[in-house]
């Protein structure tokens, strides 16, 4: 049905790696691939197998769970887009809510990579990896801007105070900046 790969650290795994949970989800554990290290794997490759075929309204969701923590979508493969790789942004152990249902003896959670089959229009973008970077994109832009126009800003009380013009200003010198210096706007992209 389908394989991971984690790139520069694996052969290609099969889904008998996965523990089947039901006919549509399956957990890898990976305390069992890397022990507590798991958050040194940043990608994975998922790819769906030739003798397997996706209905098209369906889609192969891959989620990750750090010790603790919540599943946390990472992106999905579909018919027409058979693998992708995906980066695993692993949250903080124990940053969720979610209860500890082991005795106090018992081994730790471990981390675990979910994989399910689910309905293409319930899941969100399916290039969360490219959303981010625009996310951090926008988040680049608004900062540059916020330190422009402190730069010519006064205070009335509780307000500040800027020239009407500000905008156009920082629009107009970061364009020329751009122009000038090919390599300025790449220092925006991560």
Known sequence: MFGVVFPNRSFPLDISTFTQIDGTHWLLDMNHFVGESYDSITEICIFLL?????????????????PGSPFLFCGAVTFSRPSAVLSLPWPEPGG?????????????LSAKIGVSVEDLAALPSLDVAAERRIERLAMK???NLFNFMQSFCGVDGSKLIVPMDILDRWFKKFQERAKRDPEYLKGFAL
């Open 96 to 108: 969720g809510t979610v209860p500890q249902l082991t005795a106090a003896d018992a081994p730790p």
């Open 141 to 143: 832009v608004g900062e």
């Open 50 to 66: 030739n003798t397997y075929s996706l209905p098209p309204d369906k889609a192969l969701a891959l989620y990750i769970q750090s």
